[in-house]
């Protein structure tokens, strides 16, 4: 218990400030996401129960895979303060806030009304994912480095040890 309220507390006024921020912000996530969950529920049964859930009426699915993608997004963000507060590293922030645009970018590019689209903005929004995902890709592994680059290393320090006299 002690420990517990120790790394809660932090070693600052600033850390225990954020902690604190952190620990309201996931609250208001999780209600956020409960929410939203019950929404979605509630939703999904009123069309079942009204016969309108019709697999092949494009027309329904926008408005439900909005909130299923906000449900995601929020669990993402709850995730990544989460293991912010655990870890304390800033790359696990940057990869988390990376993909929480992605998927925020990819939501929109679902979402989007193909008869009223111009070509733009759909090459703006596959743009705009494209370089996220490059982004992504080049922080994935910046906490560790891969393994072919480890092993690169260890055999020329083993080369270098059985050179030296």
């Not at 620990?23 to 999780?30: A, C, F, K, N, P």
């Not at 699915?61 to 906000?70: N, V």
């Not at 992504?136 to 030296?164: C, F, H, I, M």
């Amino acid at each position: 218990m002690q420990s517990a309220l120790r790394r809660f507390i932090g070693d600052t006024l600033y850390e225990t400030f954020e902690h604190l921020v952190m620990l309201v912000l996931t609250i208001l996530i999780v209600l956020m996401i409960a929410f939203a969950t019950w929404h979605l529920a509630l939703e999904t049964i009123g069309l079942i129960l009204a016969g309108k859930l019709d697999p092949t009426d494009p027309e329904i699915y926008p408005d439900l895979f909005a909130i299923f993608f906000t449900i995601l997004i929020g669990l993402e963000f709850k995730r990544s303060f989460l293991l912010v507060s655990s870890t304390q590293t800033n790359v696990v922030r940057i990869r988390s806030l990376i993909l929480i645009g992605m998927l925020a970018t990819l939501r929109k590019f679902i979402l989007l009304d193909l008869r009223e689209i111009q070509v733009g903005e759909t090459a703006a929004v596959a743009g705009a994912i494209l370089a996220l995902g490059v982004v992504y890709w080049l922080v994935r592994d910046n906490d560790q480095p891969p393994a072919t680059t480890s092993a690169l290393w260890r055999g020329a320090a083993e080369e270098r040890a059985d050179k030296a006299p």
